[in-house]
């Protein structure tokens, strides 16, 4: 397959998403074709995503739906040698049951599946905070007391806020009842629990500020200056704190990263971010005492917490906030999952049953039948 871009011409002064130059046309065999996903563009269902062999991804935006599934139809209808059959949730949810793939792949083809992607920062794929004791010298990974409850969003991890989300959505509720009024400059929108998103572009470049080629475009997103030092992201503890018991308005999950990347959790490039209120100068992430200040040691640990039982069994529960049932109408209503209409992304994989079935062998034990 062979891609022209529009302006080819000027393709050489163009930046590519992540302000790096790109050529300005690109080919690859049919071979080389690992898998293919239709996807959103700055919110219009005109794109396509091809996986290949050598792990590339291309993101491929076009002016119309009709051609981007004329695309899209002429690439599936091709003698495609290599093409993952990975289109079937329920075949991958039977694979995770049984322990054939572990949490955090499952995790990434949920997160595939529903239209995220590394390539688009308002899509981004989300993970779940796993743990909430980032204070302790030693970690026991076997003590439940030490995970998140991944049976409720990260905002309402504590009763006293959940009462107040509650409050809130009834206060907006009743608000929306009552209907708009002739002079009123903003009628009244459906009620909400959250006015801010787990996952948006900011989020992204919120943790990925350190690293290059985030960095520029964190600068971009921020009229060319960093954050203030304070709201900078560093340190683990404050992140979880703010999300989960201080914030209103934060409400941030995690992404891929933190479970497999520990250099994005470092300054190499010595970036002055500033210096915060209590005169400590923002450089490397502040890491739990656990993990001796070594990101690589903290990404290992924080990898086998994902993966352990606790997470295992209840890693359903998450998912149906983020990925299934529990997104809309009244299951999100009495999960206290329901975010205002201009933050909320949806991405809908279907109705997610859990079934947990007690301990025989398989770590987990944990099943899931999608519909």
Not at 116 to 136: A, E, G, T
Request: aromatic residues 14%; hydrophobic residues 35%.
């Amino acid at each position: 397959m062979y891609f022209v871009e529009d302006n080819a011409a000027d393709a050489h002064d163009s930046q590519s998403v992540h302000g790096e130059t790109e050529a300005a046309s690109f080919s690859w065999t049919y071979e080389e074709i690992k898998e293919v996903h239709k996807r959103w563009w700055q919110l219009r269902d005109n794109a396509v995503e091809i996986f290949l062999t050598n792990g590339r991804t291309l993101l491929l935006a076009f002016h119309t739906a009709k051609f981007r599934d004329d695309v899209y139809h002429n690439i599936l209808t091709s003698d495609l040698p290599n093409l993952l059959e990975y289109g079937n949730i329920t075949a991958l949810t039977h694979l995770w049951g049984s322990g054939q793939i572990s949490n955090f792949e499952y995790l990434t083809h949920l997160n595939k599946h529903s239209g995220r992607s590394f390539n688009d920062l308002m899509q981004y794929p989300v993970f779940p905070f796993i743990l909430k004791d980032y204070i302790s010298e030693t970690l026991d990974l076997g003590d439940s007391s030490i995970y998140r409850n991944l049976n409720k969003p990260i905002a309402v991890q504590s009763k006293e806020k959940e009462d107040r989300y509650v409050d809130n959505y009834k206060y907006l509720e009743e608000e929306y009842r009552k209907g708009a009024h002739d002079d009123d400059p903003m009628p009244p929108v459906q009620p909400y629990h959250y006015g801010s998103h787990y996952s948006n572009s900011g989020t992204v470049l919120h943790f990925l500020v350190r690293m290059p080629p985030f960095t520029k475009m964190f600068l971009a997103y921020q009229d060319q200056s960093f954050d203030i030092p304070d709201r900078t992201f560093h340190s683990m503890n404050t992140t979880w704190r703010l999300s989960s018991f201080e914030s209103m308005t934060d409400v941030k999950e995690l992404i891929p990263e933190f479970f497999y990347l520990p250099e994005f959790l470092v300054n190499r490039e010595g970036f002055d971010f500033g210096v915060r209120q209590n005169s400590e100068r923002v450089n490397h992430v502040n890491l739990p005492p656990w993990a001796r200040n070594d990101p690589r040691l903290f990404i290992l640990i924080h990898r086998q917490a994902l993966e352990s039982d606790q997470v295992s069994q209840t890693l359903c529960q998450w998912i149906d906030l983020v990925f299934g049932l529990k997104q809309k109408g009244k299951a999100a209503v009495h999960a206290i999952n329901v975010f205002h209409p201009a933050v909320s992304s949806c991405l809908y994989l279907g109705h997610i049953y859990c079934i947990y079935i007690p301990p025989n062998g398989r770590k987990g034990n944990t099943f899931l039948r999608v519909p």
